[in-house]
Nanobody, 127 residues
Framework: QVQLVESGGGLVQAGGSLRLSCAAS????????MGWLRQAPGKEREFVAA????????YYADSVKGRFTISRDNAKNTVYLQMSSLKPEDTALYYC????????????????????WGQGTQVTVSS
């Protein structure tokens, strides 16, 4: 079992940057692939980025590739999402999520495949 708590959201102008953090409890965090997903009002929750348990591999949605960077620090039980060149269409509630399959090299892209979720942190990008 793992509990996830996101932080770092806020209001930023278009072109700006934010760094989201997700602090996890429990010793199993370091065995799980982690993901960031987001949900805008009236839209489905969508995949943003994922990272393998070792941190060796990262994956991104086409809409954020080149602008967002996911990383993790297993010693601190934390996963990050560095967001740059933000656009108004990035406005959403951002969720951190854990895939409880251990030591896997394949990441999950669907919201239905993640087992643990944080409460979300709001990101609002003004034009």
């Amino acid at each position: 079992q793992v509990q996830l708590v996101e932080s770092g959201g806020g209001l930023v102008q278009a072109g700006g940057s934010l760094r989201l953090s997700c602090a996890a409890s429990g010793r199993t965090f370091r065995t799980y692939n982690m993901g960031w997903l987001r949900q805008a009002p009236g839209k489905e929750r969508e995949f943003v980025a994922a990272i393998t348990w070792s941190g060796d591999s990262t994956y991104y949605a086409d809409s954020v590739k080149g602008r967002f960077t996911i990383s993790r620090d297993n010693a601190k039980n934390t996963v990050y999402l560095q967001m740059s060149s933000l656009k108004p269409e990035d406005t959403a509630l951002y969720y951190c999520a854990a895939d409880s399959r251990k030591y896997r090299d394949d990441v999950r892209y669907s919201r239905d495949d993640y087992n643990y979720w944080g409460q979300g942190t709001q990101v609002t990008v003004s034009s």
